[in-house]
């Protein structure tokens, strides 16, 4: 079946760029997306890539997507004490009965002052 | 635009009792999709409801069903809790006639089963 991994912890320093990685074995994907949790909530989405594309930016965030080596990263630019939360990795692929989402475990990333 | 909504935020059960948790899904979205997240994991999906019919189900008893009602909103029934059902239950919506299924999540509802 699929899945999908991550690290599970990342720190960096006010200011530095983050990058958190993610391996996925689904070759069938169609998307792929990153999502935020913060302590006590549920999940928002940061921003997505659809499979035929290898990169994708949305102001702070940078996304590469590695299609051979079923690899996707997020890089944060300058990140901020208000970046820390839980990042997961998630991948979609449409079969007959509709859409399929998989999430990684998630990376907890530290923004250290 | 009232994004998803969860009800309710927390509740409070002991094992064998049932439990039903409510998602009403962002306006115009009419798939909903559960997710059960355990304490330190990634969410884990449970199923998805479109037009009043589960269309996927993934590694879940039966105990675990659900409902979907002509306004989109989702009902999640759990029967004979465990200890191990303890989570943060997340619906997400999404909107199955676009290309692009990008789901989008409520805040969830906790779960404690004692």
């Known amino acids: 079946g699929e899945d999908v991994e991550q690290s599970l912890f990342l720190s960096v320093r006010e200011g530095d760029s983050s990058v958190i990685n993610c391996t996925y074995t689904?070759?069938?994907?169609?998307?792929l997306y990153w999502y935020k949790q913060e302590p006590g909530a549920g999940l928002q989405l940061l921003t997505y890539?659809?499979?035929?594309?290898d990169m994708k930016q949305d102001q702070r965030l940078t996304v590469l997507l590695n299609k051979k080596d079923k690899h996707l990263s997020l890089r944060i630019a300058d990140t901020q004490t208000g970046d820390s939360a839980i990042y997961f990795c998630a991948e979609s692929a449409r079969d007959n009965y509709g859409q399929n989402f998989v999430f990684g475990p998630g990376t907890r990333l530290s923004v250290l002052p | 635009d009232a994004g998803v909504t969860q009800s309710p935020t927390h509740l409070i059960k002991t094992r064998g009792q049932q439990v039903t948790l409510r998602c009403s899904p962002k306006?115009?979205?009419?798939?909903v999709s559960w997710y059960q997240q355990a304490l330190g994991q990634g969410p884990q999906f449970i199923f998805q409801?479109?037009?009043?019919?589960?269309?996927q189900r993934g590694n879940f008893p039966d105990r675990f069903s659900g409902h979907q009602f002509p306004n989109y909103s989702s009902e999640l029934n759990v029967n004979a809790l465990l200890l191990g059902d303890s989570a943060l239950y997340l619906c997400?919506?999404?909107?199955?006639?676009?290309?692009?299924?990008?789901?989008?999540f409520g805040p969830g509802t906790r779960l404690l089963v004692l």
């Open positions: 306006s115009g979205h009419d798939t």
């Open positions: 890539i659809f499979s035929n594309m």
């Open positions: 997400a919506s999404s909107s199955a006639g676009g290309r692009r299924e990008t789901q989008y």
């Open positions: 409801y479109y037009e009043e019919e589960e269309r």
């Open positions: 689904d070759s069938s994907s169609t998307y």
